[in-house]
């Protein structure tokens, strides 16, 4: 069974940096995109940053110029440096994951348990 383990989360102080971290492990075959979702208190949940297993990345215009995404193909592990942080980033971030459990299986999404991060002075 696959599963991501978030890390990292936080209370930063507004201008601060936090990097969060988010591990697969169990049954992968192999991992297409990766990438973070975040959910503030009483909003929908956001998309925030992609990356494709070539290491492509796409960024919502919230966290362009702030946030970085990458990820270590070989531990199959995603991160988002967050620098420049603003109290209107708070929430709850969410890792996703594409992934195939053998050749012959398709590919799924599984998502981690959600890490908090509150930024606030």
């Known amino acids: 069974q696959v599963q991501l383990v978030e890390s990292g989360g936080g209370l930063v102080q507004p201008g601060g940096s936090l990097r969060l971290s988010c591990a697969a492990s169990g049954g992968i075959f192999s991992i297409a995109a990766m990438g973070w979702y975040r959910q503030a208190p009483g909003k929908q949940r956001e998309w925030v940053a992609a990356?494709?297993?070539?290491?492509?990345?796409n960024y919502a215009d919230s966290a362009k110029g702030r946030f970085t995404i990458s990820r270590d193909n070989a531990k199959n592990t995603v991160y988002l440096q967050m620098n420049s942080l603003k109290p209107e980033d708070t929430a709850v971030y969410y890792c996703y994951a594409d992934v195939r459990a053998s050749a012959r299986d398709s590919y799924l999404y599984y998502w981690g348990q959600g890490t908090q991060v509150t930024v606030s002075s």
């Open positions: 990356i494709t297993s070539g290491y492509s990345t």
